[in-house]
Protein backbone atom coordinates (compact mmCIF):
# COMPACT_ATOMS: atom_id res chain seq x y z
CA UNK A 1 0.00 0.00 0.00
CA UNK A 2 1.12 3.48 -1.34
CA UNK A 3 1.53 5.66 2.49
CA UNK A 4 3.39 8.26 1.37
CA UNK A 5 1.26 11.64 1.65
CA UNK A 6 0.36 13.95 -1.36
CA UNK A 7 2.55 17.25 -2.01
CA UNK A 8 0.23 20.49 -1.94
CA UNK A 9 1.53 20.75 -5.31
CA UNK A 10 0.05 16.81 -6.28
CA UNK A 11 -2.88 18.09 -4.00
CA UNK A 12 -3.33 20.87 -6.32
CA UNK A 13 -3.25 18.97 -9.88
CA UNK A 14 -5.31 16.21 -8.52
CA UNK A 15 -8.02 18.21 -7.31
CA UNK A 16 -8.04 20.60 -10.08
CA UNK A 17 -11.16 19.36 -11.74
CA UNK A 18 -13.18 20.03 -8.19
CA UNK A 19 -12.59 23.53 -8.61
CA UNK A 20 -15.43 25.81 -9.35
CA UNK A 21 -14.82 27.15 -13.18
CA UNK A 22 -11.75 25.05 -13.40
CA UNK A 23 -9.19 26.45 -15.97
CA UNK A 24 -6.06 25.74 -14.36
CA UNK A 25 -5.78 29.38 -13.31
CA UNK A 26 -6.94 28.80 -9.98
CA UNK A 27 -4.59 26.01 -9.74
CA UNK A 28 -1.66 28.56 -10.48
CA UNK A 29 -3.07 31.20 -8.12
CA UNK A 30 -2.88 28.73 -5.02
CA UNK A 31 0.78 27.68 -6.45
CA UNK A 32 1.92 31.38 -6.35
CA UNK A 33 0.34 31.49 -2.66
CA UNK A 34 2.36 28.40 -2.07
CA UNK A 35 6.10 29.82 -2.89
CA UNK A 36 5.13 33.30 -1.36
CA UNK A 37 4.14 31.53 2.05
CA UNK A 38 7.49 29.26 1.52
CA UNK A 39 9.72 32.46 1.03
CA UNK A 40 7.94 34.43 4.22
CA UNK A 41 8.23 31.19 6.61
CA UNK A 42 12.16 31.31 5.23
CA UNK A 43 12.20 35.35 6.73
CA UNK A 44 9.95 34.86 9.92
CA UNK A 45 12.88 31.46 11.02
CA UNK A 46 15.48 34.14 10.79
CA UNK A 47 13.99 37.41 12.12
CA UNK A 48 15.72 37.32 14.82
CA UNK A 49 18.99 37.01 13.56
CA UNK A 50 18.95 39.61 10.71
CA UNK A 51 17.43 42.72 12.28
CA UNK A 52 14.02 41.97 11.17
CA UNK A 53 12.02 42.20 14.20
CA UNK A 54 10.67 45.29 15.04
CA UNK A 55 8.94 48.30 13.71
CA UNK A 56 9.93 49.56 10.15
CA UNK A 57 8.31 52.90 11.48
CA UNK A 58 5.92 53.56 8.93
CA UNK A 59 2.06 53.61 9.63
CA UNK A 60 -0.26 51.60 7.68
CA UNK A 61 -3.81 52.53 6.18
CA UNK A 62 -5.40 51.87 9.65
CA UNK A 63 -2.99 53.57 12.00
CA UNK A 64 -0.81 50.88 13.30
CA UNK A 65 3.03 50.42 13.10
CA UNK A 66 4.13 48.37 10.21
CA UNK A 67 6.50 45.89 11.57
CA UNK A 68 9.29 45.06 8.75
CA UNK A 69 8.51 41.50 8.25
CA UNK A 70 4.32 43.19 7.75
CA UNK A 71 6.21 44.90 4.72
CA UNK A 72 8.03 42.26 3.62
CA UNK A 73 5.29 39.72 3.52
CA UNK A 74 3.46 42.38 1.96
CA UNK A 75 5.96 42.43 -1.16
CA UNK A 76 6.32 38.43 -1.69
CA UNK A 77 2.75 37.70 -1.97
CA UNK A 78 2.02 40.76 -4.06
CA UNK A 79 5.04 40.49 -6.21
CA UNK A 80 4.21 36.33 -6.38
CA UNK A 81 0.94 37.07 -7.59
CA UNK A 82 1.67 39.79 -9.64
CA UNK A 83 4.33 38.08 -11.39
CA UNK A 84 2.53 35.33 -12.74
CA UNK A 85 -0.44 37.23 -14.37
CA UNK A 86 -2.62 35.36 -12.49
CA UNK A 87 -4.63 38.02 -10.86
CA UNK A 88 -6.32 41.37 -11.89
CA UNK A 89 -6.36 42.55 -8.26
CA UNK A 90 -5.17 42.67 -5.08
CA UNK A 91 -6.30 44.07 -1.48
CA UNK A 92 -4.13 43.93 0.98
CA UNK A 93 -4.04 44.78 4.68
CA UNK A 94 -1.05 46.46 4.44
CA UNK A 95 -2.43 49.11 1.33
CA UNK A 96 -5.18 51.91 1.36
CA UNK A 97 -6.17 51.25 -2.03
CA UNK A 98 -7.04 48.03 -3.69
CA UNK A 99 -4.03 47.18 -6.62
CA UNK A 100 -4.88 47.10 -10.31
CA UNK A 101 -2.89 43.95 -11.65
CA UNK A 102 -2.06 44.94 -15.48
CA UNK A 103 -1.44 41.50 -17.29
CA UNK A 104 -0.46 42.31 -21.18
CA UNK A 105 1.24 39.37 -21.26
CA UNK A 106 -1.74 37.50 -21.08
CA UNK A 107 -3.98 40.63 -22.45
CA UNK A 108 -5.01 40.84 -19.17
CA UNK A 109 -7.64 37.84 -19.12
CA UNK A 110 -7.17 37.07 -15.53
CA UNK A 111 -10.44 36.17 -13.44
CA UNK A 112 -9.40 36.26 -10.00
CA UNK A 113 -9.18 38.88 -7.22
CA UNK A 114 -7.26 37.95 -4.16
CA UNK A 115 -7.89 39.61 -0.59
CA UNK A 116 -5.33 39.07 1.80
CA UNK A 117 -3.65 39.99 5.50
CA UNK A 118 -0.35 38.94 4.49
CA UNK A 119 1.20 38.89 8.29
CA UNK A 120 -2.04 38.66 10.84
CA UNK A 121 -0.70 39.06 13.99
CA UNK A 122 1.95 40.98 13.69
CA UNK A 123 2.34 42.51 17.47
CA UNK A 124 3.82 38.35 18.18
CA UNK A 125 6.62 38.70 16.06
CA UNK A 126 9.05 40.64 18.45
CA UNK A 127 7.98 37.74 20.93
CA UNK A 128 8.57 34.55 18.55
CA UNK A 129 5.27 33.69 18.84
CA UNK A 130 2.97 32.34 15.84
CA UNK A 131 2.01 34.26 13.13
CA UNK A 132 -0.33 33.55 9.85
CA UNK A 133 -1.15 35.15 6.50
CA UNK A 134 -4.78 34.68 5.98
CA UNK A 135 -5.92 34.90 2.03
CA UNK A 136 -8.73 34.97 0.30
CA UNK A 137 -9.51 34.42 -3.55
CA UNK A 138 -12.99 35.53 -5.85
CA UNK A 139 -13.73 36.06 -9.52
CA UNK A 140 -14.30 39.33 -10.49
CA UNK A 141 -17.42 40.78 -11.63
CA UNK A 142 -16.61 43.06 -13.64
CA UNK A 143 -16.08 42.35 -17.36
CA UNK A 144 -12.68 40.26 -18.00
CA UNK A 145 -10.11 42.40 -19.60
CA UNK A 146 -11.30 45.60 -18.23
CA UNK A 147 -9.41 47.00 -14.97
CA UNK A 148 -10.78 46.11 -12.08
CA UNK A 149 -13.11 48.23 -9.76
CA UNK A 150 -14.04 48.16 -6.60
CA UNK A 151 -17.16 46.32 -7.00
CA UNK A 152 -15.39 43.07 -7.00
CA UNK A 153 -13.71 42.89 -4.11
CA UNK A 154 -16.57 43.96 -2.15
CA UNK A 155 -18.73 40.67 -2.89
CA UNK A 156 -19.79 39.06 0.22
CA UNK A 157 -18.18 36.10 1.38
CA UNK A 158 -20.73 33.40 0.36
CA UNK A 159 -18.63 34.07 -3.07
CA UNK A 160 -15.17 33.03 -2.27
CA UNK A 161 -13.83 30.55 -4.28
CA UNK A 162 -11.13 29.70 -2.31
CA UNK A 163 -9.93 30.90 1.28
CA UNK A 164 -7.30 29.75 3.24
CA UNK A 165 -4.20 30.62 5.82
CA UNK A 166 -0.56 29.93 6.80
CA UNK A 167 0.39 29.53 9.78
CA UNK A 168 3.99 30.27 10.91
CA UNK A 169 3.98 27.98 13.88
CA UNK A 170 5.73 25.42 15.80
CA UNK A 171 5.72 23.78 12.03
CA UNK A 172 4.20 25.82 9.13
CA UNK A 173 1.36 25.07 7.41
CA UNK A 174 -1.10 25.78 4.97
CA UNK A 175 -4.86 25.36 5.34
CA UNK A 176 -7.31 26.10 2.96
CA UNK A 177 -10.47 25.03 1.06
CA UNK A 178 -12.21 25.47 -2.37
CA UNK A 179 -15.64 24.73 -1.28
CA UNK A 180 -14.50 21.04 -1.26
CA UNK A 181 -14.02 20.94 2.78
CA UNK A 182 -10.69 22.01 4.31
CA UNK A 183 -7.28 20.46 4.10
CA UNK A 184 -4.01 21.28 6.23
CA UNK A 185 -0.78 20.74 4.53
CA UNK A 186 2.39 21.16 6.61
CA UNK A 187 5.62 21.91 5.40
CA UNK A 188 8.82 19.75 5.72
CA UNK A 189 11.60 22.47 6.04
CA UNK A 190 14.33 19.86 4.88
CA UNK A 191 12.86 19.22 1.61
CA UNK A 192 10.77 22.41 1.15
CA UNK A 193 7.36 20.66 0.51
CA UNK A 194 4.08 21.44 1.99
CA UNK A 195 2.51 17.75 2.57
CA UNK A 196 -0.68 16.74 3.13
CA UNK A 197 -0.88 16.39 7.01
CA UNK A 198 -4.60 17.09 7.77
CA UNK A 199 -6.83 15.86 5.44
CA UNK A 200 -10.55 17.07 5.60
CA UNK A 201 -10.61 19.10 8.57
CA UNK A 202 -13.82 19.23 10.65
CA UNK A 203 -14.29 20.96 14.58
CA UNK A 204 -14.94 18.34 16.87
CA UNK A 205 -18.74 18.02 17.81
CA UNK A 206 -18.09 20.10 21.27
CA UNK A 207 -15.95 22.81 22.12
CA UNK A 208 -14.39 23.50 25.44
CA UNK A 209 -12.15 26.47 24.61
CA UNK A 210 -12.77 30.45 24.77
CA UNK A 211 -10.33 32.54 23.21
CA UNK A 212 -11.02 36.20 23.97
CA UNK A 213 -8.93 39.22 24.96
CA UNK A 214 -10.34 39.62 28.68
CA UNK A 215 -8.13 42.61 29.46
CA UNK A 216 -10.82 44.43 27.31
CA UNK A 217 -13.81 42.72 29.41
CA UNK A 218 -15.40 45.56 30.74
CA UNK A 219 -16.05 47.57 27.46
CA UNK A 220 -17.56 44.29 26.14
CA UNK A 221 -21.20 44.17 25.16
CA UNK A 222 -23.69 42.73 28.60
CA UNK A 223 -24.48 39.31 26.36
CA UNK A 224 -20.29 38.79 25.47
CA UNK A 225 -20.14 39.91 29.57
CA UNK A 226 -22.79 37.51 30.19
CA UNK A 227 -21.47 34.40 27.92
CA UNK A 228 -17.81 34.88 29.14
CA UNK A 229 -19.34 34.39 32.48
CA UNK A 230 -21.29 31.69 31.58
CA UNK A 231 -18.16 30.04 29.79
CA UNK A 232 -16.39 30.12 33.34
CA UNK A 233 -18.99 28.56 35.18
CA UNK A 234 -18.73 25.70 36.91
CA UNK A 235 -21.68 23.76 35.84
CA UNK A 236 -22.23 20.55 33.37
CA UNK A 237 -18.86 20.67 31.07
CA UNK A 238 -17.46 23.71 32.66
CA UNK A 239 -15.59 26.02 33.38
CA UNK A 240 -14.28 25.78 29.86
CA UNK A 241 -10.51 26.48 29.48
CA UNK A 242 -9.60 30.05 28.51
CA UNK A 243 -6.45 30.15 25.61
CA UNK A 244 -5.94 33.57 23.74
CA UNK A 245 -2.68 34.14 21.55
CA UNK A 246 -3.75 37.00 20.07
CA UNK A 247 -2.96 35.69 16.86
CA UNK A 248 -6.20 35.15 14.83
CA UNK A 249 -4.98 32.17 12.91
CA UNK A 250 -3.32 30.30 15.45
CA UNK A 251 -5.90 31.27 17.98
CA UNK A 252 -8.96 29.95 15.19
CA UNK A 253 -6.68 26.72 13.90
CA UNK A 254 -6.10 25.36 17.52
CA UNK A 255 -10.05 25.87 17.99
CA UNK A 256 -10.46 24.09 14.85
CA UNK A 257 -8.13 21.42 16.45
CA UNK A 258 -9.60 21.00 19.92
CA UNK A 259 -12.99 22.44 19.43
CA UNK A 260 -13.81 26.31 20.78
CA UNK A 261 -14.97 29.72 20.25
CA UNK A 262 -13.57 32.59 18.71
CA UNK A 263 -14.34 36.25 19.79
CA UNK A 264 -13.47 39.56 19.33
CA UNK A 265 -16.87 41.51 19.80
CA UNK A 266 -17.57 45.06 19.17
CA UNK A 267 -17.04 47.23 22.37
CA UNK A 268 -16.16 51.12 23.77
CA UNK A 269 -12.63 51.35 22.15
CA UNK A 270 -13.62 48.93 19.54
CA UNK A 271 -17.00 50.25 18.13
CA UNK A 272 -17.44 47.87 15.08
CA UNK A 273 -14.93 45.27 16.41
CA UNK A 274 -11.34 45.03 15.81
CA UNK A 275 -10.99 42.47 12.65
CA UNK A 276 -11.46 43.30 8.97
CA UNK A 277 -14.40 41.52 7.42
CA UNK A 278 -12.81 41.26 3.83
CA UNK A 279 -9.34 39.42 4.72
CA UNK A 280 -9.61 38.25 8.26
CA UNK A 281 -13.07 37.11 9.21
CA UNK A 282 -14.60 36.05 5.57
CA UNK A 283 -11.75 33.82 4.83
CA UNK A 284 -11.75 32.18 8.19
CA UNK A 285 -15.46 32.03 8.04
CA UNK A 286 -15.25 30.00 5.06
CA UNK A 287 -12.92 27.49 6.73
CA UNK A 288 -15.12 27.41 9.64
CA UNK A 289 -18.75 26.36 7.52
CA UNK A 290 -16.65 23.90 5.16
CA UNK A 291 -15.28 22.49 8.98
CA UNK A 292 -18.80 22.06 10.21
CA UNK A 293 -18.54 25.34 12.69
CA UNK A 294 -20.27 28.73 12.47
CA UNK A 295 -19.23 32.23 12.31
CA UNK A 296 -21.45 34.87 13.10
CA UNK A 297 -21.43 39.45 14.16
CA UNK A 298 -23.28 38.20 16.56
CA UNK A 299 -26.48 38.36 14.59
CA UNK A 300 -25.84 37.41 11.08
CA UNK A 301 -23.67 34.73 8.94
CA UNK A 302 -20.74 36.46 8.22
CA UNK A 303 -20.83 35.03 5.07
CA UNK A 304 -24.20 37.04 4.05
CA UNK A 305 -22.53 40.20 4.96
CA UNK A 306 -22.19 43.15 2.26
CA UNK A 307 -19.00 44.98 2.38
CA UNK A 308 -19.25 48.68 2.08
CA UNK A 309 -15.91 49.46 2.12
CA UNK A 310 -12.01 47.39 1.96
CA UNK A 311 -10.98 47.79 5.36
CA UNK A 312 -14.65 47.37 7.21
CA UNK A 313 -14.10 45.84 10.70
CA UNK A 314 -16.91 43.38 11.92
CA UNK A 315 -17.27 41.94 15.50
CA UNK A 316 -16.29 38.15 15.03
CA UNK A 317 -17.54 35.06 16.56
CA UNK A 318 -16.67 32.18 15.15
CA UNK A 319 -16.36 27.95 16.12
CA UNK A 320 -18.61 25.38 17.22
CA UNK A 321 -21.81 26.10 15.96
CA UNK A 322 -23.42 25.20 19.49
CA UNK A 323 -21.09 27.80 21.13
CA UNK A 324 -21.28 30.43 18.81
CA UNK A 325 -25.55 29.96 19.04
CA UNK A 326 -25.12 29.96 22.97
CA UNK A 327 -23.03 33.08 22.38
CA UNK A 328 -25.98 34.46 20.15
CA UNK A 329 -28.42 34.20 22.25
CA UNK A 330 -26.69 35.74 25.38
CA UNK A 331 -26.66 38.59 22.83
CA UNK A 332 -30.32 38.71 21.54
CA UNK A 333 -30.80 38.43 25.47
CA UNK A 334 -30.01 41.89 26.43
P1 LIG B 1 -3.30 42.72 13.03
O1 LIG B 1 -3.90 42.44 11.69
O2 LIG B 1 -2.92 44.14 13.19
O3 LIG B 1 -2.18 41.79 13.34
O4 LIG B 1 -4.47 42.54 14.11
C1 LIG B 1 -5.29 41.42 14.06
C2 LIG B 1 -5.04 40.63 15.28
C3 LIG B 1 -5.64 39.26 15.25
O5 LIG B 1 -4.78 38.32 14.70
C4 LIG B 1 -5.81 39.00 16.70
O6 LIG B 1 -6.75 38.01 16.93
C5 LIG B 1 -6.23 40.34 17.23
O7 LIG B 1 -5.68 41.29 16.35
C6 LIG B 1 -5.69 40.58 18.59
O8 LIG B 1 -6.12 41.82 19.04
P2 LIG B 1 -5.94 42.26 20.55
O9 LIG B 1 -4.50 42.51 20.76
O10 LIG B 1 -6.77 43.50 20.67
O11 LIG B 1 -6.48 41.16 21.41
MG1 LIG C 1 -4.53 41.27 10.63
Do not use: W
Request: hydrophobic letters at 35%; aromatic letters at 10%.
Amino acid sequence: MNTRKPTLGEFIIENQASFSYSSGELSRLLNAIRLAAKVVNHEVNKAGLVDLFGSSGDVNVQGEQQQKLDVFANTTFIQALKNRNIVCGIVSEEDDDFIKVDCIDNNNSSKYVVLMDPLDGSSNIDVNVSVGTVFSIYRRITPIGSPVEMEDFLQPGINQVAAGYVIYGTSTMIVFTTGDGVNGFTLNPAIGSFYLSHPDMKFPETGSIYSVNEGNYTHFPVGVKKYIKYCQMDEGDRPYTSRYIGSLVSDFHRNMIKGGIYIYPNSTIHQDGKLRLLYECNPVAFIAEQAGAKASNGYQRILELKPKEIHERVPFYCGNTAMVEKLESFLLDK
